[in-house]
């Protein structure tokens, strides 16, 4: 039988870096697993309710988290120039309070750096975002699949997987529907790969999306 593996866990230390880099003794490791996860939350929800109506979604990629003793450093790549990068200096200040309230940090410093990724849509989180939105204006999930393939190619992948599972088109029984165009070698761990696994909230039901894109084997 097939055994499915998270294509990122599997190449670490190959063609994957970790998104957080600390120490922590064996007792607090649960605590400031806790604490990326309550950063990473808050940029999203903050990014959510600020957000432009005409932006259609957040664009982030991923968010890369360094901690030493005295500071937290936080990496945000985000895809389009958002309401981050465009002149309102103030919004990184106000997250970095809204930050700081939910860890209760007295003695750390945070710091928030914006990084723009140059491909966008070469990135899996946003487009798997820029599918959601399309089901969510009741596109059909064919269609939305393959205009995100399509854009997808324009960044010089070498080949690109996306799955849909659940109510797809409100029917009353759950299925799985996946595309792929390309190569997606995935027990190759050589092969450059990105994935990600997303969840939209329609009205019939929740689905969930995966997307695997491959890059280059090195």
């Known amino acids: 039988m097939g055994q499915k593996i998270n294509p990122l866990g599997f190449r670490l230390g190959t063609t994957q870096h970790h998104h957080s880099f600390w120490f922590e003794k ?21 990014v959510q309710k600020n957000r432009r109506i005409s932006s259609g979604f ?13 500071l937290i450093q936080v990496i945000i790549y985000i895809g389009f120039p958002n309401f981050l990068i465009e002149g309102q200096a103030g919004s990184i200040e106000e997250l970095q309070v809204n930050i ?20 966008p849509y070469g990135q899996p989180n946003i ?36 799955q849909i599972a659940g109510r797809i ?19 190759t761990i050589r092969a450059k790969i990105d994935y990600c696994s997303y ?8 689905l969930g999306i995966k997307i695997w894109i491959f890059w280059e084997e090195q």
Request: with cysteine; hydrophobic share 35%; net charge positive.
């Open 58 to 70: 957040e664009g982030i990629a991923h968010i890369e988290i360094k901690k030493r003793i005295d």
């Open 169 to 187: 088109n409100g029917k009353e029984i759950a299925r799985v529907e996946w595309i792929r165009e390309g190569r997606v070698p995935l027990q």
């Open 127 to 162: 487009l798997a975002e820029y599918i959601a939105l399309q089901l969510k204006n009741r596109v059909s999930f064919r269609k939305a699949i393959k205009k995100a393939i399509e854009l997808a190619e324009q960044t010089d992948t070498k080949g690109i997987q996306v």
């Open 100 to 119: 700081q309230k939910k860890l209760h940090s007295v003695n750390r410093r945070l710091n928030i750096a914006i990084t723009k990724v140059e491909k």
């Open 199 to 206: 969840i939209i909230r329609t009205i019939y039901g929740v």
């Open 26 to 46: 064996p007792k607090n490791y649960s605590v400031s697993l806790q604490e990326d996860e309550k950063i990473r939350n808050c940029i999203k929800n903050y």
